[in-house]
């Protein structure tokens, strides 16, 4: 079969841009696990209606004590970099701000209260200070707010809870459920800033009945009209998350609670944001037939009723809507290119789109401010741990403040185009420690295809010498490895294994995102074919480049990762170590119990008893005999997305073979590691195991 030929070390590699990091390993201090706790994550980052001020998140790992979570607190910052405080505190996180129109308050939501099991629930508090005030008291919890466009009113999204008969009923132990029912639904809602005669503020729900705002995963998306009347929102037939294809767009008039339909065909619409005028609302669609694998265009249609009307296709097709110009005639989206996030404006009548970012630099979690000219986002590099940033847009350009003087600027590069970014944060206070250098590669597939991924290069490496490599696999398959701090925390830390003396290959292989629809969709009924192909061809070319020591590799990978990494191990014994991360390792069983059924029945093109020979052709479990690789296993106990059982399958497979393996259980734990304490033992493990396997070193006492 073709995916089990090896492949001959024929492919050169080349280096697609020039190195990206360069850290010296002298006068600098050694990476270790402790260290990327101290990396805080920056997210969140939405600037002020005037421009003049920006809030973002800072989350910090607790780990002390009993505590082991990521607490996130506010801060706001001045636009031009020059100063930043915390807002929030507390030992509660406080997280999603929403700016007033008149910019003197904030909205958020926070779990804080006397209630150790209190949901999270809407809060406001002013920019210059003082305590919070408690604007809901909903026990199913709250999510996402924003301000009507008069300041009066806050929408946000209310999950249901227990009925009084639900929790008397779990009291009872009499609280049997049935698969698929009763799972609670995420309602747009609506509550008065200020108190009413009563002291109180009453919240209003505007949606009911099966529809839900958004699913377990998460909530959905909604935006408010210009003059506040209507309020514009995405939705589903239930809270499943296997229902996310069935997404419709609709419009609720404020006052009366009126709801209608504005798009709902068979493809999954979602992400309504309205124009300026508020004639227009433009959103995402899909392709149709809806796919797995993710294909969509943004689409505008007018609010008074008329057709839906496509704009251009961007380069990935998987474009993430941030909002409309402040003139009406563009919107802009945020999408990978590569291994880097991107901005693009695609002009409202069809035109074809116009880069707004550099190509060096990588743009995450953009949000378009209230004066639809500024932008925030954070943005991280190999060598540079993630930080918020504010820019004034190119186009549909606003007033923004500017650094003069002792004011702090960024020293990411400036276009032509006039992209001027500003550093409105500063806090990452850490030591410096030696990174190994990163590079973009890339490297020609068996079939031609041309392959990408980002090598690190072991700390102090020396040039002309052959090193031990490691190879990661991302999850997805729609995942893509972008330009990320090498640093930070992660089952898999591309510092860590830098620093004991491994070259690091993350390879974006076919069916990944960031290159195009093609690529993207080139594992379909495919897994463990061509994806296989590209790994080993990634190897090969690194040999042939005389950078990997053929004698020692190993590879790694989480979810899909996970299912590559037990596909590798059943064809090829040229790996000296694995570890497989809550893998998909029976494609059969994991349908049977995940909750996306309809995951691999889409990839591969029908369901398994119409196909079993194929989905039983590309399950690890049936090739599972004759396995010799040392691998560990880690999976989350809690994970619904790849239940545990797939670990288990594999685990005892290999043991009962007398394959060297060790399985290691997350408690509590969904589909990723969310502990910092459970991820610095996740960390710690993996490079114990590949140093014990692949270098041949002693492993510390560990149970």
């Not at 991820?679 to 070193?697: I, P, Q, S």
């Amino acid at each position: 079969m073709r995916v089990t030929s090896r492949i001959v070390a024929a492919f050169a590699i080349a280096i697609a841009i020039g190195p990206l990091a360069t850290t010296s390993a002298n006068d600098v201090g050694r990476w270790t696990p402790e260290f990327a706790f101290k990396v805080k994550r920056v997210t969140q980052v939405r600037p002020s209606p005037d421009g003049r001020h920006v809030a973002f998140v800072v989350a910090t790992a607790a780990m002390e004590g009993e505590k082991s979570e990521w607490l996130s607190q506010i801060w706001v910052a001045d636009a031009d970099g020059r100063s930043a405080v915390q807002l929030t505190r507390g030992d509660k996180s406080s997280t999603a701000p929403a700016w007033s129109p008149d910019g003197q308050w904030i909205a958020f939501t926070s779990a804080r209260g006397a209630d150790k099991d209190a949901k999270p629930n809407l809060w406001r508090i002013r920019i210059d200070g003082g305590e919070a005030e408690a604007l809901t008291e909903e026990k199913g919890g709250t999510a996402t707010p924003r301000w009507s466009p008069d300041g009066r009113r806050i929408a946000l999204l209310v999950t249901d809870a227990l009925s009084d008969e639900e929790e008397k009923a779990a009291k009872e132990k009499r609280d049997a459920r049935v698969v698929g029912e009763d799972v609670k639904r995420l309602r747009l809602a609506v509550v008065p800033v200020e108190k009413d005669a009563d002291g109180k503020r009453p919240l209003r729900r505007l949606t009911s009945g099966e529809a839900s705002v958004g699913n377990v995963e998460g909530p959905g998306h909604f935006d408010w009209s210009p003059d506040g009347k209507w309020i514009a929102f995405d939705h589903q037939p239930t809270a499943l998350v296997d229902d996310w294809p069935k997404g419709d767009v609709s419009l609720v008039e404020v006052e009366s609670g009126t709801v209608r339909t504005l798009a709902a065909t068979a493809a999954a619409e979602e992400g309504p944001l309205f124009s300026p005028d508020g004639r227009m609302v433009a959103y995402q669609a899909s392709d149709v037939p809806v796919r797995w694998g993710g294909a969509s265009r943004i689409h505008v249609v007018p609010v008074g009723g008329g057709a839906a009307r496509a704009l251009a296709a961007t380069f990935d097709e998987r474009p993430d809507l941030l909002g409309w110009t402040a003139d009406g005639t563009r919107v802009i989206v945020s999408e990978t290119r590569g291994t880097v996030g991107r901005l693009t404006a695609l002009p409202t009548d069809g035109g074809a789109g116009a880069d707004i970012t550099p190509a060096d630099m990588t743009v995450d979690a953009a949000a378009l401010g209230a004066s639809r000219g500024i932008v925030g986002f954070t943005s991280q590099a190999p060598d540079r741990a993630p930080e918020a940033f504010v820019a004034e847009l190119p186009v549909g350009r606003v007033s923004v403040a500017t650094t003069t003087g002792a004011g702090k600027r960024t020293s990411a590069p400036r276009t032509a185009a006039g992209w001027a970014p500003v550093q409105v944060s500063h806090v990452q206070d850490l030591p410096p420690v030696a990174l190994g250098r990163t590079e973009v590669v890339s490297w020609k597939a068996p079939d031609g295809k041309t392959i990408e991924g980002l090598l690190t290069y072991p700390v102090g490496y020396a040039a002309g010498a052959r090193v031990p490599l490691v190879v990661m696999v991302h999850g997805g398959p729609t995942g893509v490895f972008v330009r990320s701090y090498t640093g930070a925390p992660s089952p898999y830390s591309v510092a860590g294994f830098a620093t004991h003396g491994f070259a690091v290959l993350r390879c974006n292989v076919r069916g990944s995102g960031g290159y195009g629809r093609e690529f993207r969709y080139a594992n379909y009924k495919d897994w463990g074919g061509g994806d296989y192909q590209d790994i080993l061809s990634g190897v090969d070319a690194l040999i042939a480049k005389g950078v990997a020591d053929p004698d020692r590799l190993g590879i790694m990978g989480w979810s899909y990762g996970g299912y590559m990494t037990s596909w590798v191990i059943t064809q090829t014994k040229r790996f000296k170590a694995a570890s497989v991360g809550a893998g998909v390792t029976n494609l059969m069983s994991f349908t049977g119990t995940a909750d996306i059924p309809s995951f691999i029945p889409d990839y591969f093109g029908g369901e398994y008893w119409d196909a079993f020979d194929t989905w039983r052709a590309r399950s690890a479990m049936f090739h599972v005999k004759g396995v010799t690789t040392p691998t560990l296993i880690q999976h989350g106990e809690s994970d619904r997305r790849v239940p545990i059982s797939q670990g288990y399958e594999l685990y005892n497979a290999l043991k009962r073979q007398g394959v060297t393996t060790k399985m290691v259980v997350y408690p509590r734990q969904p589909h990723g590691i969310q502990e910092p304490k459970l991820m610095l033992d996740a960390m710690t493990r993996n490079l114990e195991w590949f140093d014990r396997y692949v270098l041949g070193r002693a492993a510390s006492a560990r149970n």
